[in-house]
Every structure is written in C-alpha cells, then in structure tokens.
C-alpha cells in the first residue's frame, strides 16, 4: 500500500505538470479561417442594376436597327434570368460562409486571467482558387467566358472574367482550461475582415453603341463589389488530442464598430470561425 501512494503521487504530479505545460505552451494552428458574407442586399439590388444596364443600352441598339420586336425578346429573357437569380437567393442561407487558407500562431502569457495572445490571419484569392481546383484535377478557365456573336447585322464579343480578394486578420487574448487530452478556449479580441470582387469585362461592340455599352458597365456598378469591416469578437474554442497535436475548431461572434460598403451593400455576416490541426511547442 505504501508503495502505491507515491507512484500515485507521481502521476498525479506528472498529470499536473503537463496540463499546467499544455496551457501555458504556445503553438501554430493550420487549417481553414472562415468568415461569414451577407450578401442580402446584393441579391436585391440586382434587377435595379440589370435594368438601368439595359436601359443605357436599348435606345442605341434602336438606332443601331435592332428591331422592337428583338428587344422585347432580350428584355423577356433577363426577367426569366432574373427569376431565377432570385429564386436561387431564396434558397441560400443568410450568411454565406467564405473559406480561407490561413492560420493562428500563439504566443504564451502565463498571467492569472490570460494564457495566450494570439494572431490569425487567413486570405483566399481567384490565384489560390485556381491552384486548389488544378490540384483537384479540374481546370478553370481563365477568362471564365470568352464569347462572339453575330446578330441583326452586326458582330460583337465578349470576355468575361472575375478578380477576388478577401481576408481576415485578427488579434485575442485567450484562457485555455486544459485536461490533458481536452481543452476549452475562451478570449476576445478585435477582428478586420473584408474583400473585393472586381469582374474583368472587355467588350467588343460597334463604335456606334461604344458610348452606350460604356454607360451599361457603369450602370451596374461593378467597381463597388467591396466590403470591410472592423469588429470585436468573443470566442469559444475547443481542442482534441495530446497536448502537442490536437484538432481545432472555434466559433467567433462578431461585434462591427466600423463598416465600409459599396453600392451592392456586401458585408460582413457578424460570425467568424477557424478549423485546423494545433501544434504546441
């Protein structure tokens, strides 16, 4: 019996060290930073913008020689694409998650309230996109359309491609409750989050409706698909595994203290997380 009370002992300690080690260890996280986008307002300001694009270009087209007739097609076939834009936005949640490459890399503070300050940064871009899909074995095209056509006598083309950025960077502080093969997280801290949307769109038309195609492209305002936010964040976290490689997820609730959104209204969807494989060191 005498025996067994100090090699209990010895575990015990030993359980506490490394528990107390595992807390106060920094480390690196790999894995998948996601932010949420309400694009809501977006949805709904597409038939605004649809329809002042047409109207730019319709009296040209008239002058042009395309018959009424033909232009009461076009304008029928953009109401039924309108529809179904519309119904595919139905069926969307109402913040869409945007996943990001990225990561979180931890820096101890063994103090009484705060284990941890941590920095997270994660970035996605039409480049990463590209790689990622070529990686899946499939290709995608770059432009994303390339098109001619030959209607009423005259002849145009068309390229059509899409630039995106986005990102997330942020900063906590965090205490961690650690059980060895467990661990709960919980911090706050300030969040940056934003992107942009940019579509490439080169047409070839008539000189005599340049002018009008130009005023189209303006109409639908494809410079001020951006967003930006500044927030401050509370977060749960949990950690699975051994105290040097666990499986990570979090879940962050966002707070906005400053928004910056273009025309087509795009921001951020107030909720943030982060999912990878934590190493501690």
């Not at 074995?137 to 390229?159: N, R, V, Y």
Request: hydrophobic residues 55%.
């Amino acid at each position: 019996m005498r025996r067994r009370l100090p090699r209990a002992a010895a575990v015990l300690m030993c359980a506490l060290v490394g528990s107390t080690g595992a807390v106060l260890a920094g480390g690196i996280t790999l894995g998948v930073p996601i932010h949420a986008l309400d694009a809501s307002a977006a949805f709904e300001r597409v038939p605004a913008a649809v329809g002042a694009a047409f109207a730019e270009i319709e009296g040209a087209l008239l002058d042009l020689g395309v018959p009424a007739e033909a232009l009461g097609e076009i304008q029928l076939r953009i109401d039924e694409s309108l529809a179904q834009i519309d119904a595919f936005a139905r069926t969307l949640p109402p913040f869409l998650p945007v996943p990001l490459l990225g990561g979180t890399f931890e820096v101890s503070l063994p103090l009484v309230v705060v284990d941890a300050l941590r920095l997270t940064g994660g970035l996605l871009n039409d480049g990463l996109i590209r790689g990622i899909a070529r990686l899946a074995g499939t290709e995608i095209p770059q432009p994303l359309i390339d098109e001619s056509f030959e209607a009423d006598g005259f002849a145009g083309g068309a390229t059509i491609d899409v630039a995106l950025t986005t990102w997330m960077l942020s900063a906590d502080a965090v205490k961690r409750l650690d059980a060895l093969v467990l661990a709960l997280t919980l911090g706050a801290g300030v969040d940056w989050v934003g992107g942009r949307i940019r579509p490439l769109i080169d047409l070839e038309v008539p000189a005599e409706i340049e002018s009008a195609a130009g005023d189209a492209l303006a109409a639908l305002h494809i410079d001020d698909l951006a967003w930006s936010t500044l927030a401050v964040h509370g977060v749960v976290g949990l950690e699975i595994g051994p105290p040097f490689l666990r499986l990570y997820g979090e879940v962050r609730y966002l707070l906005p203290l400053s928004e910056r959104t273009g025309w087509w209204g795009l921001r951020s969807g107030g909720w943030a997380a982060v999912v990878g494989m934590v190493m501690r060191f």
